[in-house]
Nanobody, 120 residues
Framework: QVRVVESGGGLVQPGGSLRLSCAAS????????MGWYRQAPGKQRELVAD???????RYANSVKGRFTISRDNAKNTGFLQMNSLKPDDTAVYYC??????????????WGQGTQVTVSS
C-alpha cells in the first residue's frame, strides 16, 4: 500500500513564505514524478509545478520565479517552496505522485490536501 501525505500549509501574510512537504511511504520501487496542484473555492484544480525523473521541472506561469519544486529521492519526499505569496495563491494544495511499487505496478497517488491561506 502506497500513501502520500502533505504537510506545511497554514496562514501567511502577503509577501510571506511557506514550504510544503509531500512524503510518500509504503511499498515503493521508484517515484517517477511528483507534482503539486491547487484548488481554490469555485475553481478547477490546476497544476502548480511538477518534477520528473531526471529533475526536469515545470511551473504554472502564475508561480514562476516565486515557487520552487524539489525532491529528496532518498527520503521519497518532495517539497514546494513558496515565496512572495499573494492572496491569489490561497487554495488547498495537493501532492500528486506517480509511483512504481515493488510489484512493478504503476499508479497515481494523491494526498489529502493542505490548506494555504494568504491574508493580512
Amino acid at each position: 500500500q502506497v500513501r502520500v501525505v502533505e504537510s506545511g500549509g497554514g496562514l501567511v501574510q502577503p509577501g510571506g513564505s511557506l514550504r510544503l512537504s509531500c512524503a510518500a511511504s509504503g511499498s515503493i520501487r521508484s517515484i517517477n514524478a511528483m507534482g503539486w496542484y491547487r484548488q481554490a473555492p469555485g475553481k478547477q484544480r490546476e497544476l502548480v509545478a511538477d518534477i520528473i525523473t531526471g529533475e526536469s521541472t515545470r511551473y504554472a506561469n502564475s508561480v514562476k520565479g516565486r515557487f520552487t519544486i524539489s525532491r529528496d529521492n532518498a527520503k521519497n519526499t518532495g517539497f514546494l517552496q513558496m515565496n512572495s505569496l499573494k492572496p491569489d495563491d490561497t487554495a488547498v494544495y495537493y501532492c500528486n505522485a506517480r509511483i512504481t511499487d515493488r510489484s512493478w505496478a504503476a499508479g497515481e497517488y494523491w494526498g489529502q490536501g493542505t490548506q494555504v491561506t494568504v491574508s493580512s
